[in-house]
C-alpha cells in the first residue's frame, strides 16, 4: 500500500483529558483509524502579543488521507481553543499491514 494513503493530524490540548475525549469520538465516528495521546508536554509559544508556556497534551491522529478535510473540521469545531495548532502531515512510510490497518479504520 502506498504510505501517501495515509496522514496523520497533530493536535495540541489543554490536557489529556479533552484529547481523550476528542480522540474516542474522532475513533468511534470512523474519522480516524488510531488515536495516540501524549499526556504531558510544554509549549512556548507568542500569543495576543505575550510570550507563554503552557503544559499541554497532544493527539496525533492517523488516517486514510481522503478523509483528512472532515476530520480537521470535526477537530476545529469541537476544540477547546481559539486557534488550535491542527496540523496535517503526510506519511511517507511504514508497515503495509498497519498503513492497510489504519485506512480500514477511517470511513471515507
Do not use: Q
Not at 490536557?15 to 488510531?34: N, P, S, T
Not at 488515536?35 to 497532544?58: C, Q, R
Request: glycine share 8%; hydrophobic share 50%; with cysteine.
Amino acid at each position: 500500500m502506498p504510505a501517501d494513503g495515509v496522514v496523520m493530524i497533530y493536535v495540541t490540548f489543554p490536557d489529556r483529558a479533552a484529547a481523550l475525549a476528542l480522540g474516542k469520538d474522532l475513533v468511534e465516528r470512523r474519522l480516524a483509524g488510531c488515536v495516540n495521546v501524549l499526556p504531558s508536554m510544554t509549549s512556548v509559544y507568542v500569543w495576543k502579543g505575550t510570550t507563554e508556556t503552557a503544559e499541554e497534551a497532544v493527539m496525533v491522529v492517523k488516517l486514510a488521507a481522503e478523509g483528512a478535510e472532515r476530520a480537521v473540521a470535526h477537530i476545529v469545531a469541537n476544540h477547546p481553543y481559539e486557534t488550535p495548532a491542527v496540523l496535517v502531515v503526510p506519511v511517507t512510510g511504514g508497515s503495509d499491514a498497519y498503513l492497510r490497518w489504519v485506512r480500514d479504520g477511517t470511513e471515507i
